[in-house]
């Protein structure tokens, strides 16, 4: 019997029961950020291997991720299924705990989109809040950018980089909306091929390797010191604007809104959702916003 | 412009995402990305909405306004009617 795998996830407990091979490299690769430096928190997440279920019942939903849609049954307020019968996960949330059960068949069948899904979950029922953005921290400023998918994240924080800045997070990041702390989830930046051929192209010659899914990759350390944390002080959102010039402008209330609930991604349960609206009042008041369009020139970073 | 009755009461959206900056109300509906701010008066008439009919609505902003209580009526009402074909509110069943 494989031994348990703990470590703390942003000052909160986590236990695998059983990982080894493919699910605890994953765990480590995904989960374990052991240079967070979170304050305790007495939330736990317990991960237990259990046999395929017979049967699996409940209230169809739908539970995406940025990339991925899954099949997703409700049972209960605070209680999913995620995956199918060969793979998947059983999430039950309760008051200070969440309890994932992961059954796989074949043994190298991972649910790994059901799994980051489980664990995301629990960690916002926990009180904290995803952030689909990169993030570049100064002296003075830790800015997310923030966009959907292809908007130029990634090449905004690559040129924010050159610009000086410290890149904390390319595509992923977690905020504590008590302290604004962001805590980066990414390793690196990765972009599509044909990005070096496109808005990228003047950091084609870094030295990509190549990454899951067909995306190159290019680790933090190789584009200067990296910080993995800081306080969040300015959201910007990205706006292609490839015929004008690229230029900072006010954020309207309004939009500033829309792209912080956007970047927020959905979560499953209702109550979580609502924990997340609530916070998004307290969040922009206390962070300065802006719009930068991505236009023809040089970004004024 | 609505024709409701005074005493109609309306409802909003369970899923409606509504921040308050105080200074501004802004409303978004994730699955229709239906988006709608409102003004200081906007703000008031919508909070009494939340737990009183369209003229508590209308109450509401003659008191916290200096506008007389037609004004105050037409404008409410002028929002009920933009809320809800936005399907931002519904009327109570």
């Known amino acids: ?301 | 412009m609505t024709t409701l009755p005074p005493t109609a009461r309306l409802t909003v959206p369970p899923e409606l995402i509504e921040t308050d900056l105080t200074s501004e109300l802004i409303l978004l509906d994730p699955t229709t990305q239906e988006m709608f701010s409102l003004n200081d008066s906007g703000r008031v008439a919508w909070l009494a909405l939340r737990t009183s009919d369209l003229a508590g609505a209308v109450d509401a902003v003659v008191r916290t306004f200096e506008v007389t209580h037609e004004q105050a009526e037409t404008d409410v009402r002028v929002l009920v009617t933009r809320l809800l074909e936005s399907g931002l509110l519904s009327r109570s069943a």
């Open chain 1, 1 to 301: 019997m494989p031994e348990a795998l703990v470590f703390p996830i942003l000052g909160r407990s986590f236990r695998a029961q059983a990982a080894d091979g493919p699910l605890k490299n994953w765990l480590l690769e995904h989960w374990c950020f052991e240079e967070h430096d979170a304050a305790a928190h007495p939330f736990r997440i317990v991960l237990e291997r259990i046999p395929p279920p017979g049967k699996l019942e409940g209230e169809p939903v739908s539970a995406r991720l940025p990339d991925v849609t899954l099949p997703a049954l409700r049972v209960g307020s605070a209680s999913w299924v995620l995956g199918d019968r060969r793979a998947g996960v059983r999430l039950v949330l309760e008051a200070c705990s969440a309890g994932i059960e992961l059954w796989q068949d074949p043994p190298d069948r991972l649910p790994h989109a059901a799994l980051f899904l489980a664990l995301s979950e629990s960690l916002r029922w926990s009180g904290l809040l995803p952030l689909h953005a990169s993030i570049a921290s100064s002296r003075s400023n830790v800015t997310a950018f923030l966009g959907a998918s292809g908007t130029g994240k990634s090449t905004t924080l690559l040129q924010a980089v050159r610009a000086g800045r410290r890149p904390l997070a390319e595509d992923f990041a977690w905020l504590d909306p008590e302290t604004l702390s962001v805590y980066g989830w990414d390793r690196g930046v990765h972009l599509h091929p044909e990005s070096l051929d496109g808005p990228a192209r003047e950091f084609a010659s870094l030295g990509w390797g190549s990454a899951v899914g067909g995306k190159l990759f290019l680790p933090f350390d190789r584009r200067g010191t990296t910080v993995r944390q800081g306080t969040l002080t300015r959201l910007v959102a990205l706006e292609p604007a490839y015929d004008a010039a690229s230029r900072w402008e006010p954020l309207p209330p309004r939009e500033a809104v829309r792209a912080l609930w956007e970047s927020l991604g959905v979560p499953l349960s209702d109550l979580s959702r609502d924990a997340a609206a609530a916070r998004i009042p307290e969040i922009l008041t206390r962070l300065a916003t802006a719009r930068l369009l991505l236009g023809r020139n040089p970004l004024p970073l």
